[in-house]
């Protein structure tokens, strides 16, 4: 039911989706950039829903997950991060890649809706720990579409691969375009 209101969704504001996953692809990182507005957020639970990816997860900040929302975020697959402090998140994470079938999971790499210089690099590691690779999927409100990219594998350079990640979002426009990747 919701991937048809989804779709409708979709096609009243104009949106589609350009997918070049590999249909056997079973565990991975999807990254998701730029990340400017709240709006990703729905515009993130449409594609996730017309692209059968239900199965994907995210993980958001702590905050979210209080009430009176809480529930309702978990319920979409939210697992809660405290940005605070450190708390060996890549390590669990990985772990699950690990111990549970199938998993998925996205992360915006920004941390942020705001302009940042230095993206977060525990999505990276996680890829690397757990033996994954990272989908990049561009939400361009210039285009109106949401891209997935051929699986990148991680070579264990962080900043070169990195560096090659943000190349690949730079000509993408969110939202607020002023808070894209630079």
């Keep these: 039911m919701f991937r048809l209101f989804s779709l409708l969704m979709f096609r009243l504001l104009g949106w589609r989706i350009e997918d070049q996953r590999p249909k056997d692809l079973d565990r991975y990182i999807v990254v998701v950039a730029p990340h400017t507005s709240n709006w990703d957020f729905l515009i993130g639970l449409f594609t996730r829903s017309i692209a059968r990816m239900g199965d994907v997860r995210y993980l958001a900040k702590r905050e979210l997950f209080r009430p009176p929302f809480g529930a309702v975020f978990r319920w979409l697959g939210g697992y809660p991060v405290d940005r605070s402090q450190k708390n060996q ?94």
């Design 89 to 182: 998140l890549v390590d669990q994470v990985a772990d699950l890649f690990r111990t549970v079938p199938g998993f998925k999971i996205a992360i915006t790499p920004e941390g942020t809706r705001k302009r940042v210089d230095t993206w977060r690099t525990g999505f990276y590691h996680i890829a690397v720990k757990a033996k994954v690779p990272i989908i990049l999927a561009a939400m361009d409100y210039g285009r109106k579409c949401v891209s997935f990219s051929p699986p990148f594998w991680p070579t264990g350079d962080v900043d070169a691969d990195v560096e090659r990640m943000k190349a690949h979002f730079r000509p993408v426009r969110g939202r607020n375009p002023e808070h894209g990747v630079h």
